[in-house]
């Protein structure tokens, strides 16, 4: 119980560019929260904000309870090594996977747990198995990335945050460079991550899978929350005109007709 | 065109000859060494974000970069030796020059290579908690010393060629001991041919080298 993340009055800006103005967000433990919004709302800045891989301009950032960063004259202070354990605890997946290319899957998913985490070779082996497994690769352990489908390049991405065994997991448009055939597969593997209670945050334009799997959906426009509520709160009866603009923009989703 | 090529007195003088290809030799892989080595330093220091650090190491790889490397073993030769408290014979100075010369070029490769990973693998990296270092050693590296293999093995070229610039200062690498050979016994157009040809052997497996490298790459990518 409890909540993993707390973001309060979060800005970023690069250089005159200001991409987050004031977002306020809580993700309860076992939660799955799925942000959309069209390119540009700021929905990667604010995930890459989350794990540090950028650093805010402004606002807080709690994770399970202990603001990250420390407070001095009136400005918060990150330093490099204070963030190392903090993104070892939220697992980030990219949308165009960023497999390690010179190690086969298995080192891939090895590669955090045994150069970050320390752990033996024996316990790394042990693990990036099962994660491999997990997400339905236990025959490709010995693959190179070069050699997989980008399907299966994403799952074995997924597999290689799932191995630092993180308490988050931040998904950043995980499907979008792949092909429509290729999505299905990924988008189950999230799904059975959520069911199994993982805490994360979704970023993506699959609006049926924000529907099926969501307990919690985030409509960004232009760096603020403009909305947000459950999945029929937000995606069948939305109360905000630009969140009804947005989702009228996505021609392809269907909702089932029983919900009608 | 009545001239008889005659190589006896070439022959006659193999062990001068065998002498120099021991120093031509030995101060190419000196050089190379320190070149390699020290590349690595410059080159993340001018991939460094800290002025103060990246500031030197620019200014160090243009001036090496951009003077000649003749003019650079004269003045490590003449010049040097007047403003350092060091005396300094030919071998020296010849190899400080022309490290210096390799650790430039070789930082430029290096950052060259580093500079072409795309900016996924720092992320992802750096997502699983991985520090700078552990980037740079465990992901960044091993895929970007892959693609500069072939352009060091280049500079290895250049590099061997280049020590023939340090007879000029009388150090006894080939060149100098060719010269040698040809002024006492009047035989430059046997003397030279030969000196060539020794190079030509000596650089050429690494030059085919680079072919092959160049194109075991092309197909595994």
């Known amino acids: 119980m409890g909540e993993v993340l707390r973001v309060e009055n979060l800005h970023k800006s690069f250089g005159p560019n200001h991409v987050l103005k004031g977002i306020d967000l809580t993700v309860e433990k076992g939660q799955a929260v799925v942000l959309i919004g069209a390119s540009g709302s700021g929905k990667s800045t604010l995930l890459r904000c989350v794990n540090f891989m950028e650093i805010p301009s402004d606002g807080r950032v709690w994770l399970n309870g202990e603001a990250v960063g420390r407070e001095r004259n009136g400005k918060t202070e990150y330093r490099e090594h204070s963030l190392i354990p903090i993104r070892t605890h939220v697992g980030m997946v990219f949308q165009h996977f960023n497999l390690f290319p010179h190690m086969t899957a298995r080192q891939n998913v090895m590669e955090g747990p045994r150069t970050v985490l320390r752990l033996t070779r024996a316990t790394c082996v042990k693990r990036a198995e099962k994660y491999l497994a997990k997400v339905g690769l236990s025959d490709k352990f010995d693959a190179y990335p070069a050699h997989l489908s980008g399907g299966q390049q994403q799952r074995v991405a997924i597999a290689r945050a799932l191995a630092m065994e993180p308490q988050l997991m931040l998904f950043d448009e995980v499907t979008s460079a792949l092909d429509p055939e290729l999505v299905g597969e990924v988008l189950r593997t999230l799904k059975d991550l959520a069911s199994e209670g993982m805490t994360m945050v979704v970023v993506t334009h699959e609006l049926g899978f924000a529907y099926s799997v969501a307990d919690k959906v985030v409509f960004l426009h232009e760096g603020r929350i403009h909305e947000q509520g459950t999945p029929d709160e937000i995606l069948v009866r939305p109360s905000q005109t630009r969140t009804r603009d947005f989702l009228r923009g996505h021609a392809t989703f269907r909702l089932p007709e029983a919900q009608f | ?221």
Not at chain 2, 82 to 108: G, K, M, R, V, Y
Not at chain 2, 178 to 187: Q, W
Not at chain 2, 196 to 220: D, K, T
Request: charged share 15%; glycine share 6%.
């Open chain 2, 1 to 221: 065109m009545d001239r008889i090529w005659d190589f006896s007195s070439v022959f006659a003088s193999r062990e001068l000859l065998l002498v120099g290809l021991g120093n031509t030799v030995k101060l190419g892989v000196t050089c190379l060494v320190i070149g390699l080595t020290a590349g690595l330093f410059v080159g993340a220091a001018r991939y460094s974000r800290n002025r103060l650090v990246n500031w030197p190491a620019s200014a160090f790889v243009e001036v090496f970069r951009n003077t000649p490397a003749l003019v650079q073993i004269m003045w490590f030769f003449f010049a040097f030796p007047i403003i350092s408290p060091f005396n300094i014979d030919a071998f020296t100075a010849a190899a400080l020059a022309l490290s210096l010369n390799a650790t430039a070029f070789c930082a430029e490769i290096y950052r060259g290579g580093i500079q072409s990973i795309e900016r996924g693998q720092w992320d992802a990296a750096k997502a699983i908690g991985m520090s700078y270092s552990q980037q740079m050693r465990r992901i960044i590296l091993p895929q970007a010393i892959t693609r500069m293999v072939p352009a060091f093995m280049n500079r290895a070229v250049e590099l061997m060629k280049m020590t023939s610039l340090a007879s000029v200062i009388a150090f006894g690498e080939l060149m100098h001991q060719g010269k040698a050979i040809a002024t006492y016994n009047f035989n430059p157009i046997e003397t030279f041919t030969v000196v060539a040809l020794i190079f030509f052997v000596l650089i050429y497996p690494l030059a085919l080298g680079v072919l092959r490298f160049e194109a075991r790459l092309g197909r595994s990518q």
